[in-house]
């Protein structure tokens, strides 16, 4: 009797050791003695979990462009949550959610016993036997416990592995002491991976369904749900084998737990899985290069902010107009299709890439694949042997080409693939609100996916005559007027120490009439002869300031070839924010593309406002208006060509531009209340039309420009109207060429008839 006794008090010696060690060992691995076991998350990070959240990127009219992540999440609130979803994840996950708090003991239970049998089996070795509840699932999501937080003891065998287990313990207890049981189910949606790279509920719902969170049924919700553990096992893209397996499971829980019947069990387990399956990158959507080029802003801005573009959940307002850019972007689709087409046939099948006299140029694709960073990397990994490397660069490979058709599945080798792809035409177009400086639409390229190169503002091309307009800006900011005759003669530029000593520009088809025409006359034509002679009398080196003051960034050079866009290169960003100046009576207003910046919880950051300055006299701007005018009025004027629908009540000014060999076609539209342009050519100068008139500006760049303002108009929605330019705030009285009008005129000493008569008349 006496040694039961002692049995049994040493039995509840060793049980009382047993409770005391693992309450000694829990306080333990609360307090981290030593960093034995690790550092807990403090009492902030609990009031306040922080986990990467995807910024976004919005348009003006509130349309989400896309967003910029390392984890494409973005959260959303428990009655953002349809009820099936919430049903189902209980019934899979955390059937006693409710009832307990942290820690379920019967779970718990039954996972130590599946622990142990796989361990006396030799079927398993851990502590992943199931039984976490869904807020120790959602401490391990939050804070990264078994990877971040380790001590001396984390790294000893199966030991780690209890210490992480308690400790997620310790933090779901604490969570729940925190949080409703409705803010940590939305919380561990939000947190969870779902695989395709969406990590929280509402990126998985987009990607698999294209739907909200709001709107899963129960079969969407199964599929969801049981990519929690496995996500990639369960793909119901990449494995739909296993996703069925999985959902069917899981509509059997709903099915055990009365949650549906067995009829629509049934139903259910036989219904298809019903994907939309869509994964988000920069290369879908809206504004692909737009968003590109934002992206690279954003990170400068974000640095200099203190914040991460990539985690921080930021909220960018941007200036673009979903429904504009739709416009934009097809206009750029459908007129470089149909362009693409015509330069298919005038090559027909043969190399487009020919030098000034008309011949093919010799191992243009090598040398291109030289400058590439690809070709430099494999040179460097084969020391340095090219001969091996265009062995490499010529093998064939199974590959996705664009075309204007869809994509095509193909085997083409990386030179023949080169090749493939220099045979196409590029494009950039932009539309700015002149007024305020917003960019209302933006488009890069022909395909963000296959052509990542941005042609609105990264590209520099020669603007041919479409910088024409700046030189008779500064005539007439000068005291020229519109209509000051000038004869169009050949003008010499006189260059000593020079090889030939002199530049005499050419007209485009190299003669000269002899005529005598007014500035206004000339610019419509877009004459040489005579824009180089005001610059002359100018001089190169007030046309480039006149340039810089209009808010071209790029280097010009003072040279007499200034004049006819070849001093320099230039984005199609900065030509259509110097047009714009004219519009606003000559306040240079910077495009600008952000409008406002707001953190994760919609507290404004920072708000933006365009760099303005005077550019121009309020007079010269109104006169340069009329001068655009002329393009479309005048005799010959190289937009006589655009549909008299965009001209009927309307005002529009415009400019083409070509560049030699017609490598490069322009055009810029003027409006009371938008300025857009756009630029057409192959991605090297060499790569064009052979004849001049197909790739000039009027053929290539015009068709864009016209069919994105005609459905501009026609869309009602955007109560974008015709209109006339404002007249100017003050009396402007200046000479106007009307030869024919017959009131009084009189003769200058050149014999040009010259009318005066009041500006304002003339709008």
């Not at 009832?99 to 142990?116: N, T």
């Not at 023949?416 to 002149?434: M, T, V």
């Not at 306040?587 to 550019?615: C, H, M, V």
């Not at 705030?729 to 017959?742: A, G, L, M, R």
Request: hydrophobic residues 35%.
């Amino acid at each position: 009797m006496k040694n039961i006794k002692k049995y049994i008090f040493r039995l509840w010696v060793l049980l009382f050791l047993f409770i005391f060690s693992i309450v000694l060992f829990i306080a333990s691995v609360n307090y981290n003695p030593y960093n034995l076991f690790g550092g807990m998350p403090s009492l902030q990070d609990l009031e306040k979990p922080e986990s990467d959240v995807a910024s976004e990127l919005y348009s003006s009219d509130n349309l989400l462009l896309g967003k910029y992540f390392r984890y494409n999440r973005s959260p959303v609130e428990f009655n953002e949550l349809s009820n099936e979803l919430i049903t189902t994840l209980l019934v899979t996950e955390d059937i006693r959610f409710y009832d307990h708090s942290g820690i379920d003991f019967k779970g718990l239970v039954r996972a130590s016993y599946g622990v142990a049998k796989n361990v006396l089996t030799f079927g398993g070795s851990g502590l992943e036997g199931g039984g976490s509840t869904i807020t120790q699932q959602l401490a391990k999501n939050l804070f990264k416990i078994r990877r971040e937080k380790k001590g001396k003891l984390s790294g000893v065998p199966f030991l780690g592995l209890v210490i992480s287990k308690v400790k997620e313990w310790i933090v779901s207890i604490k969570l729940e002491e925190f949080y409703t049981k409705k803010e940590i189910l939305a919380m561990y949606l939000n947190t969870a991976e779902y695989g395709s790279n969406s990590y929280g509920i509402k990126v998985a719902a987009k990607t698999y369904f294209d739907k909200l969170p709001s709107e899963l049924n129960f079969n969407e919700s199964s599929i969801i749900v049981g990519l929690l553990n496995k996500p990639t096992k369960y793909n119901p893209y990449f494995n739909p084998d296993n996703a069925i397996e999985k959902r069917a499971e899981i509509f059997y829980n709903l099915f055990k737990y009365d949650v549906i019947s067995r009829e629509e069990y049934d139903t259910l387990r036989y219904s298809g899985l019903n994907l939309k399956y869509k994964v988000e990158n920069q290369n879908v959507g809206q504004a692909t290069y737009f968003r590109t080029v934002v992206r690279n802003y954003l990170i400068n801005w974000a640095r200099e902010n203190d914040y991460d573009l990539f985690s921080d959940g930021l909220k960018i307002y941007t200036t673009i107009d979903s429904r504009m850019q739709e416009i934009a972007e097809n206009a750029v689709s459908n007129q470089m299709s149909r362009l693409q087409q015509i330069f298919d046939d005038h090559w027909d099948g043969k190399n487009p890439w020919i030098d000034e006299k008309g011949f093919e140029i010799k191992d243009f694709l090598k040398n291109t694949i030289k400058r590439t960073r690809y070709y430099k990397s494999l040179l460097k990994e084969n020391e340095n042997d090219s001969i091996k490397v265009f062995d490499l660069l010529n093998e064939k490979k199974k590959m996705k080409v664009f075309s204007w058709g869809g994509e095509i599945d193909t085997v083409l080798s990386i030179m023949d693939s080169l090749r493939y792809y220099k045979n196409f035409l590029q494009a950039g177009f932009i539309s700015i609100e002149p007024k305020t400086g917003f960019i209302r639409a933006w488009v890069g390229g022909i395909n963000h996916k296959f052509f990542k190169y941005d042609h609105v503002k990264q590209g520099k091309r020669q603007p041919g005559s479409t910088f024409k307009p700046i030189v008779y800006a500064a005539a007439i900011d000068n005291g020229y007027s519109p209509c000051y005759p000038v004869v169009d003669a050949p003008v010499v530029f006189e260059l000593p120490g020079q090889d030939p000593p002199y530049w005499r520009p050419d007209n485009h088809n190299s003669k000269w009439t002899g005529e005598t025409m007014t500035l206004r006359k000339a610019m419509a034509k877009s004459v040489n002869s005579i824009t180089a002679f005001m610059t002359k009398k100018l001089s190169p080196t007030t046309v480039v300031n006149y340039a810089k003051k209009l808010g071209i960034q790029s280097k010009l050079d003072p040279v007499p070839a200034v004049c006819l866009g070849a001093g320099g290169d230039v984005s199609l960003f900065d030509l259509v924010g110097a047009y714009s100046t004219f519009i606003n009576k000559g306040i240079w207003t910077e495009p600008f593309f952000i409008s406002r910046i707001e953190d994760k919880y919609g507290n404004l950051i920072q708000e933006f406002i365009p760099t303005k300055q005077e550019a121009l006299s309020e007079e010269t701007a109104f006169l340069m208006l009329h001068m655009l005018k002329g393009s479309k009025e005048e005799e010959g004027g190289t937009a006589r060509g655009l549909n008299p629908e965009l001209t009927t009540d309307n005002d529009v000014g415009a400019k083409t531009g070509t560049t030699q060999n017609a490598s490069d076609g322009w055009f810029v539209g003027v409006t009371h209340n938008l300025v857009s342009g756009a630029w057409v050519g192959g991605d090297d100068r060499s790569i064009h039309f052979r004849d001049w008139v197909f790739g000039q500006g009027a053929r290539t760049a015009m068709p864009i420009w016209q069919e994105y303002m005609l459905n501009v108009y026609k869309n009602t929605d955007l109560n974008i109207k015709k209109g006339r330019f404002d007249k100017p705030t003050k009396q402007i009285n200046v000479e106007i060429d009307c030869s024919v009008y017959s009131g009084e005129n009189e003769t200058d000493t050149t014999g040009a008839i010259i009318q005066k008569i009041k500006a304002s008349d003339i709008f």
